[in-house]
């Protein structure tokens, strides 16, 4: 019998904000033009970026979230040919 184990990311929106602004505060304060959401994603959840596309949805929602309370502001940037980069740093 085959067993199948999921795990489940729960993004929190303050874990987020706090770390947008480490990576400020390492800037100099100023903007973190280096750091992609994906980058962000791999920063937060440790190992590395999750593959599982409801997970990528929260984290996506929750930077929306501080976006739209005035909290967080970011461009969207287009990918290449429309196609992602791959999940495996």
């Known amino acids: 019998m085959e ?9 929190d929106n303050i874990i987020i904000l706090r770390t ?5 505060r ?8 280096s750091r992609s959401g994906r980058d ?9 970026a999750p593959a599982d596309q409801t997970a990528c949805a929260g984290f996506l929602q929750e930077l929306l979230i501080a976006r739209d309370a ?6 969207l940037m287009p990918m290449p040919n429309g196609v992602p980069p ?3 740093p």
């Open 70 to 75: 005035g909290l967080l502001t970011f461009d």
């Open 86 to 88: 791959p999940l495996d």
């Open 20 to 24: 947008i602004d480490d990576l400020q």
């Open 40 to 48: 962000l994603m791999i920063e937060i959840g440790g190992l590395g």
């Open 3 to 11: 067993r199948t184990v999921t795990i489940v990311i729960y993004w």
């Open 26 to 33: 390492s800037h100099g304060g100023g903007a973190a033009w």
